[in-house]
């Protein structure tokens, strides 16, 4: 990892853990999911970091967290609480 991955991938966890997501399939029994986009989550943490927005999906799809894609136009990451 280099050194910006290793900085998205300790904001970013800090961020879950500290609203309560937790990556499947720990947190799929309770039902309760949000849906954000990268660029949501970006934005949340733009206080923090500058972050890049493939670092932190990558970062997503590394800690096992899904994308989805409904016919709504909600698209983004399933999060679990």
């Known amino acids: 990892m280099n050194e910006e ?6 904001v970013v966890t800090a ?3 500290s609203q309560g997501f937790t990556p499947p399939p720990e947190a799929m029994a309770s039902g309760e999911t949000v849906v954000r986009s990268t660029d949501n989550i970006c934005d949340e943490l733009a206080d923090i970091a ?5 670092e ?3 970062v997503m799809l ?3 967290f899904a994308l989805t ?3 709504s136009g909600r698209h ?3 999060l679990y609480r």
């Open 69 to 71: 894609f409904p016919k």
């Open 62 to 64: 590394e800690k096992g």
């Open 15 to 17: 961020w879950l853990t």
């Open 76 to 78: 983004g990451w399933v």
């Open 50 to 54: 500058d972050l890049d927005p493939n």
């Open 5 to 10: 991955t290793n900085l998205t991938m300790a």
């Open 56 to 58: 932190v999906a990558a």
